[in-house]
């Protein structure tokens, strides 16, 4: 009796150790779904024996939901936005290895369908709107299932035929392997050299140029220049002026280099080249002495040199989401008094430092304690 | 051919871009009347713009269609939230301008981006903002400390297209408080209702056919429609230039609320749509 008792205290003793390591090692999914679920051969082993049971029903309602997408003409924005999202639901509402499996088959088998939106990247590197159903899988497919994502995308940049999905590969990319960063320009490059690419510009083509505003890359911004040529093409005016933008805002010392030892470049806009000199920190000694070395010199008009100490005061700047770099946030208050307090001081300096610029300095102060 | 192009020819007059007619009326050197109104923006001359000020009215006043902006009255500028809208005055290169724009926060303004910005210039510069400007009195006249706009936006000065005017929305910081003890105009992102025939009332400083001093007021309930995003028209309103980022207001829960901004002549708004969180995201 006493033996046997022992013995249910020692099984349910094990039964308690057992279902604490089980709590504590919850069982991660499966890295694949079942061949017979998948509409095309799976390139990933089989399930492993410990992986939970698929969800047919609910794989199978996903890949309804790709399909009917597919043959839908997408006429209507906002229909087409709100089959999207159930489909993001749904992809969401899976474990991520059985999505990410049913993603890749879905780009595999070739199908895709127009959405009729745009190309705009949105926080958190997700796309807020996509021109395809492949990009809007392949932005997907990049937060649930990096490495899967990460394989497409050098298998994309590899053989780039679509600039839009070439532009999300890179992002995906640059996102799951930062070291690729040098290749990743090479990439931009070559994309800008490509006939047909720069014949129409796509969406996703014009926001892979923030890539060379992140890495501060000059180059690139030379290559828009030319691209921007009279007779002026609009579109890459336009990618030129943002790209330089946010550039300027993300490492406004090298581009200050790059301005002050170029002084021909953009030397026909110059008040809006005026502009980027305007994202400097006053405050940073460094930055300071650029703009003093552009204030000093003979080259820059007086009409340009009075556009920066303006723009210095209210700096102007594009507000998006970049497919590498991050939107402004919210301007702070502090940061601002401090801002000012700096340029007053700086500005201060500059009226003995800069005898011509002085009617100009005046103006700005007037400017400031307007009544 | 763009639609908005395609729009503009069912028109009786020549439509062009606000900031193409705040040009023709600010640039030095066209004509008598553009010479005239240049002198009034710097306020050089004095008594030419005096007298082309008092027969203006008069002159425009044949032409005057039904939706066409009269003066807002006194009731109504001194209500909140139309006390919110104001003048903005800036320098595009060497010229000065005219435009509108509504205070949303304490320190923030929305407006048009072609006020801000075009691609030759750059960003303006001198921006000043006169909320609840009435002849030579304002609530509030304030520089400002930063100006933004949406990528993309190229105002051009021989290029006027939809995509640009779907693009056409910016805001100011401004560097006092706009409105202290009060509260700033509310906004609400949603295009569907300018389509819809509730009544839309659209606010600003006209200096074409009005002096530019004083708010002007238009109202229409009929629908506007889409032309590209968040671009949408309504032939029945021909703002004045100067009015340029002037708000379009609807009644929403009660309360007058910003949905849209004026953008171009031909009663051209561009809604606050989401595409614009980003832009009254960041002010304070």
Known sequence: MKAGRLLLAVILLALVATGIWLGMNPRK???AVPAASSPTPSPTPALAPSAPEAPPLETKLLEELLETFVTTTHDDAERARAMLENIRREIRSLPPEHASQIIQNFLASGKDATTGL???????????????????????LEKIDPEAAARLANAILNAPANADEWAIALRTRQNTQ???????????????????????P????LHALDLAAMAGDFSTVMRLAELAEPPENETWAEGLAVTMHRMARESPAATLR??????????????ARADLIAYANLANPE????????????QISLDEKQKILHMLVAPGEFVHEGLFTEAPGMVMAQDEEARFSVLIATMTDWLELFPELRPSIREVAEYLTLE | MSEYLNWTRKLPVVVINVKRKRQLICKPGKSRLTKDMFALAHSRLKLLPLVFGLALPFLGQAAYGQYDPVLAPENERSANPVNMVGQMQFFSGRHQYVGSGTAVTQRGVVTAAHNLYDRRHGF???????????GNQWLVRTPITRQQILPGYSSVTQSTSDRAFALDVGVIHTLNVLASGAT???VYADPRLLQTTQQKTMLGYGAERHSGRHLLRSTISDPFFIYRGPFLGNDGFEPEAGMSGGPVFLEINGVLTLTAVIVSSGGGVRALDASARPLLNSLR
Do not use: C, M, Y
């Open chain 1, 202 to 205: 796509s969406q996703g083509l």
């Open chain 1, 287 to 298: 930055e300071r002495r650029l703009v003093e070395e552009r204030l000093a010199n003979p």
């Open chain 1, 29 to 31: 999914p499966s890295s």
């Open chain 1, 118 to 140: 745009q190309f705009v990247p949105g926080e958190n590197d997700t796309l807020i709107e996509a021109p395809t159903l492949r990009i809007f899988l392949l932005d997907l």
């Open chain 1, 258 to 271: 790059e301005l002050n030892a170029n002084p021909d470049f953009l030397a026909e806009q110059p008040l």
């Open chain 2, 124 to 134: 303006s510069r001198s921006v000043i903002f006169s909320r609840g400007r009435n």
């Open chain 2, 184 to 186: 700033p105009a509310r």
């Open chain 1, 178 to 200: 930062p070291a690729t960063l040098p290749q990743n320009l090479t990439s931009l490059q070559r994309a800008l050299q490509n006939p047909e690419w720069i014949a129409k």
